[in-house]
Each structure stands twice: as C-alpha cells, then as structure tokens.
C-alpha cells in the first residue's frame, strides 16, 4: 500500500483557448490554465471572492480531448495529480512552476448543436449534469 497520495479535483472554467504542441520525441501535450472561484460571506454578511489559477497539462489521447472540445469560458472537472518543476529562464534564473498532471477531464458545459456546412450533417449533444460527478 502506498505511503503518501498525490490527487487533485477541480471544476473551474478555462481561462484562454489552450495551446497544443509536440515533444521533440512527437509525443503530443496540452496545456492551459484553468479559475477555481470560491465564494463566502464575511463576518459583516458582505459576500468575498477568491479565485486561483492553475496550469494543466494533459499528454497523448488526453491532449486530443482537449484540443477537440476544450475552448476558453469551458467549465471543466480536473482529475489529476500536483507536479512541480524548475527550469532556467532567459536570464539564467532559475523559475519553478507547479501543475496539474491531468488524468481525467470531464467536460460540464450544456453542449451546443453544431453544423457542419460543408457536408450537412449536424451534431446534438445533451446537457452535461455535475451532479454526476463521483464525490
């Protein structure tokens, strides 16, 4: 049995449209940041507003998933892990990020019907419920 646990859920919405690129090897990746909003009142009642950032990174067959159905307004479940890393910038200083490694994406937006006007065909998809999510 494992000692420790890396595991990350969020449900946010993407902030730009994300960018897909290829490790020299070819293996393909996609990245993009992605608000979590919490919300609460303050001892006065006044309603308060926090929202955080995240960077997600998704490989392979999951990168085709987002470069397919991710857009920026997207409202998404990250499942996932925490990974951090260091790299040297341009001025030689050294930089750290940390991101979610992302294992499972679930797309939460009610789909809209698209048409394809080239070939007339056209698409419908029903509404997504997060009431479905496991947790």
Request: glycine share 8%; proline share 0%.
């Given at each position: 049995m494992s000692r420790s646990l890396n595991k990350v859920m969020l449900i946010g919405n993407v902030g730009k449209e994300p960018e897909v690129n290829f490790t020299p090897s070819g293996v393909k990746v996609a990245q993009f940041r992605m608000a979590t909003t919490e919300t609460w009142k303050?001892?006065?009642g006044a309603l308060q507003e926090h929202t955080d950032w995240h960077t997600i990174i998704a490989?392979?067959?999951l990168a085709d998933v987002v470069e397919?159905?991710?857009?920026?307004g997207s409202r998404v479940y990250i499942e996932g892990k925490i990974q951090s890393r260091s790299f040297d910038d341009k001025e030689g200083h050294k930089r750290y990020v940390t991101e979610?490694?992302?294992?499972?994406?679930?797309?939460?937006?009610?789909?809209?019907?698209?048409?394809?006007?080239?070939?007339?065909e056209h698409e419908t998809h029903q509404?997504?419920?997060?009431d479905d999510i496991p947790f």
């Open positions: 303050d001892r006065d490989w392979r067959g397919k159905l991710v857009r920026r979610v490694v992302a294992d499972n994406i679930l797309m939460l937006d009610a789909k809209k019907v698209e048409q394809g006007a080239a070939n007339g509404e997504s419920q997060t």
